[in-house]
């Protein structure tokens, strides 16, 4: 039976941790120390927090045993104090703080079991919590509890327990439709354990967001960007315009880019930019994108709504130009009310893919730098598309085409492209030209049918590009990587039809680029795997064919 003493009711958790005081002895039991640990603390530590000293009454004399410290201070203190991996309890990650199992013991759960708690619920739990409840709801509830037990340390959870009594008595909403029970449940487990580290706890929003992005584009179709790709993208911008000061996402669906922009951004310790914002397509991803970007970077920003095409809105971003612009934009639509706005410089767009283009490179600021996510066939369609296509090369927008492999999306094996812009006539050089990158044939498989890049793979891609773009800003001409990259003039491009497709430029047939020749050794192996695959499959036609005898005989024939 623990002697700490709560001044007011309530489970010790968030908010209230600052009005309970504990002792010494509860401090060793929490924390799991000895005893003498704790008063090692005090001694050493001249920000140790300060003891408070109750009222003994009757004229008793004063000491340790009637001090008590606030719990508040001492969880904010023992956060900074790291359990060493050889004193970690069992199922207690690295990280793992003795602000964790302080906090964790208050509240009865465990110090480090966020992620944890996050994947069952969200996997073999998920169907018996969620009884008839759709499951890209079940996972937004989930996320937005997870948010507030990373964000708020469980100061959110009443809230959100309040808001969905709010909703049930307002819309009438039947059990069927939300079982009441499901947000005291949630709140419930969540509210008794607690992430070990800060990165404990953006690894469990991400697991709850990835799953429900899933489940959203079962349910709408909307295909959000692949982490690896993201990284790609962020990585590249953040290294070629560093410094920058309006970074924009126009289409920010989850803000996945932004997030990634961010975090290159932190990994080559640079400064965050003072302006970052962009809009999204609907009200129920804003609310994510925001939840995003607070639980990775502590932003509370507020995101825009927007069209699925700028043409329908063209003035809806902020006035002025963006230093880097990211986005993965929809494509394979068209727009067919939109009068033609003031942007389409380059002609009539109307698939939404050139719409898109022709509003980025109108919005960059003349050294901003843009990286846009399209559909492999935008490097190629004919008709008004190329059209676009040319006015956007000649003029020196188009910067570097990145081809990427198939199967990166969960639900969808289109293969992608990562374009890098700058504004139209800006970088002018007396011999322009354009990298184009074949990443087609990287990454690895995740799935029967999803793809992934790897950690190698993206930091090849990104070193690609940044290295030519630092080669040409040296006035030097970039060597290329055989098999992969290859700068290649304009006048070239044009001579091809503006077809910005990386293969047709880093692959052609017969030239120096091509896919390496094999050696003796590698020859003599791969031949020996083929002889191996062809003697397998000959049995198994073998075993088909005397099978099938089998079933002939049995039926007389």
């Not at 401090?27 to 005090?42: D, Q, S």
């Not at 060597?479 to 880093?506: E, M």
């Amino acid at each position: 039976m623990t002697d700490f003493d709560a001044r007011r009711p309530g489970t010790g958790g968030g908010a209230e941790l600052d009005d309970m005081l504990v002792s010494r002895p509860d401090i060793a039991r929490l924390t799991g120390v000895k005893r003498p640990a704790v008063t090692n603390w005090e001694r050493r530590h001249a920000d140790f927090p300060r003891p408070v000293t109750l009222g003994t009454g009757g004229g008793e004399a004063v000491g340790a045993e009637s001090e008590r410290f606030r719990a508040g201070e001492l969880s904010a203190w023992l956060s900074g104090r790291t359990v060493a991996v050889n004193a970690l309890r069992p199922g207690e990650p690295a990280g793992t703080t003795y602000g964790d199992r302080f906090r964790a013991g208050l509240t009865g759960g465990t110090a480090g079991g966020l992620l944890r708690a996050v994947e069952r619920l969200a996997g073999p739990e998920a169907d018996r919590l969620r009884g008839p409840m759709p499951l890209d709801r079940y996972l937004l509830w989930l996320l937005y509890l997870v948010l507030n037990q990373v964000v708020e340390s469980g100061k959110g959870m009443t809230q959100a327990v309040d808001s969905f009594r709010g909703a049930v008595h307002d819309y009438d909403l039947s059990e069927k439709s939300v079982p009441r029970h499901l947000l005291a449940t949630l709140t419930d487990i969540l509210g008794r354990t607690s992430a070990s580290s800060v990165q404990e706890g953006r690894a469990a929003f991400d697991y709850v967001l990835v799953l429900w992005r899933a489940a959203q584009a079962r349910e709408g179709g909307a295909f959000f960007t692949p982490p690896s790709v993201s990284r790609v993208m962020a990585g590249a911008l953040a290294a070629v315009r560093p410094g920058a000061g309006r970074v924009h996402d126009p289409y920010g669906r989850t803000g996945e880019l932004l997030v990634a922009y961010l975090d290159a951004v932190a990994s080559q310790a640079g400064s965050a930019p003072p302006r970052v914002g962009g809009r999204v397509p609907e009200p129920l991803e804003r609310q994510v994108a925001e939840m995003n970007l607070r639980v990775h970077h502590g932003l509370a920003l507020r995101l825009d709504e927007g069209p699925f095409t700028p043409a329908h809105e063209p003035f809806a971003d902020p006035p002025g130009a963006f230093d880097v612009l990211l986005t993965n934009p929809p494509f394979g639509r068209r727009v067919e009310s939109a009068a033609p706005p003031p942007y389409w410089t380059f002609g009539t767009a109307r698939r939404t893919e050139f719409d898109w283009l022709q509003y980025i490179v109108s919005r960059l600021a003349p050294e901003g730098r843009a990286a846009v996510l399209l559909p492999a066939g935008a490097s190629s369609n004919a008709g008004a598309a190329e059209t676009v296509r040319a006015g956007l090369v000649e003029t020196g927008a188009v910067e570097c085409v990145i081809g990427l492999p198939a199967g990166l999306f969960a639900l969808t094996a289109v293969k992608t492209q990562i374009w890098f812009l700058r504004a139209p006539g800006s970088g002018r050089s007396t011999d322009p030209e354009v990298l184009f990158v074949a990443g087609e044939d990287l990454g690895h498989q995740l799935t029967r049918t999803q793809w992934a890049l790897t950690d190698d793979d993206i930091a090849r891609l990104v070193e690609e590009y940044v290295s030519w773009h630092t080669t040409r800003a040296a006035g030097r001409s970039f060597p290329g990587t055989p098999g992969l990259s290859r700068g290649v003039a304009v006048a070239d491009v044009v001579d091809h039809g503006h077809n910005l497709d990386p293969s047709l430029y880093v692959r052609q047939p017969g030239s120096a680029s091509a896919v390496r020749a094999a050696g003796p050794a590698e020859t003599r192996d791969r031949l020996a795997r083929l002889t191996e695959e062809a003697t397998a499959l000959h049995a198994k036609a073998e075993a088909a064919d005397a099978q099938a005898t089998r079933w002939l005989r049995r039926y007389g024939l």
